[in-house]
């Protein structure tokens, strides 16, 4: 039996079936490339030293959906697969509902037809909305303050009434704080397409010269330095979170949440002073207006993850920005 993974070219995807590789798992791995690229594939090949099914696919096509599911016999899902971008989903709400909500769909119709009952969902922490206070459990109130939120959110709750109808069915619904850095070998990283969102791969696009300077979103927020509080997390850790939640569907039924993150908060100045210290580089910056959305805070609680599926994150500050800029150097980004 093997375990499916959606979106395993992209960042995380990638990484994770880096360690179910390496961990010994049978995996199929399904993208269509719309945020990462086929050299992921490939790379995930060579790192592993294994090989896998790929299939170039749409999660949103019941067609590729029926071939993947009939062609191999299918344990659990890993779901990555999704549209990230923030502020597009602002923009484009019904781009976001389309594929996020439609595409789970199809993957929940084709696991239900096959028989498949384990699913392993990406969720984010951008389901406790702006968190009242910190650090932030998985028994906090949700919400969502964008559509890319509010389609994480809702398949939760379509996970959540899956399990409720169906007693054998078990999903881990894994809440990423902020995930950055790369495996350690320097030959695989976050490597977006287009522009970046995210933080580090803008510090990283400046570090390169393909950005003039970093604008740090508001000093002015009730924080040590006045710069905004994250939970910034290995992507390696975190890939190592899945293999732990495969253990757990295998063994539980129901829904269950689970916050990944480090529990260290670390503000934008905190990342870019690091970055530049392990790296022995400058990171041109100059402090802009907030940029709407933000919580001032926002840090986990990870004990659940420690308690119920003995997992927690190893790597450093120091590491993640130290992978994370080996990789653009080693492939020469
Ligand atoms: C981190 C910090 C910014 C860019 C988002 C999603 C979340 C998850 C990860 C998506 C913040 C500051 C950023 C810049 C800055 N999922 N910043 N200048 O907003 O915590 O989380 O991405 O993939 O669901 O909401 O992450 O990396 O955008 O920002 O000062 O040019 O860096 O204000 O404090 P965020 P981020």
């Not at 030959?187 to 604008?215: A, F, S, W």
Request: net charge negative; proline share 5%.
């Amino acid at each position: 039996m093997a375990i499916l993974v959606t979106g395993g070219a992209g960042y995380i995807g990638s990484h994770t079936c880096i360690e179910l590789l390496k961990a010994g798992e049978d995996i199929v791995v399904m993208d269509n490339f719309y945020n990462s690229k086929p050299k992921a594939v490939e790379l995930i090949k060579e790192i592993s030293g294994k090989d896998f099914r790929f299939y170039e696919a749409d999660m949103c096509s019941e067609a590729d959906m029926e071939k993947i599911f009939s062609e191999n016999d299918i344990e659990a899902v890993i779901h990555f697969a999704g549209y990230k971008a923030v502020a597009e989903s602002v923009r484009e709400p019904l781009k976001y509902y389309k594929n996020n909500l439609g595409g789970t769909f199809t993957v929940l119709e084709a696991m239900k037809k096959h028989g498949c009952k384990k699913i392993i969902f990406s969720s984010s922490a951008t389901v406790y909305g702006m968190p009242e206070k910190v650090p932030v459990d998985e028994t906090f109130p949700l919400s969502a303050i964008n559509p890319y939120g509010e389609t994480k959110l809702t398949i939760e709750d379509m996970l959540r009434a899956v399990c409720k109808a169906d007693k054998d069915f078990s999903a881990a619904l894994l809440r990423y704080f902020n995930p950055i850095g790369a495996n350690e070998c320097g030959k695989i990283g976050e490597d977006p397409n287009g522009i970046p969102n995210n933080l580090m791969p803008i510090i990283i696009n400046v570090c390169t010269g393909k950005q003039e300077k970093l604008t740090v979103f508001g000093k002015d927020y009730p924080t040590p330095d006045g710069t905004c509080v994250r939970d910034y997390i290995h992507v390696v850790d975190l890939a190592l979170g899945h293999l732990a939640a495969l253990k757990y569907v295998r063994t539980e039924t129901g829904a269950e949440p689970f916050n990944l993150g480090t529990g260290k908060g670390y503000s934008v100045l905190d990342i870019i002073n690091t970055f530049e210290r392990v790296n022995d580089i400058k990171i041109p910056y100059v402090i802009g207006e907030r940029r709407p959305g933000d919580a001032a805070e926002c840090y986990s609680v990870p004990d659940k993850a420690y308690k119920k599926l003995g997992w927690k994150a190893e790597r450093g500050l120091e590491q993640m920005c130290r992978d994370a800029w080996n990789f653009v150097k080693n492939s020469g980004k």
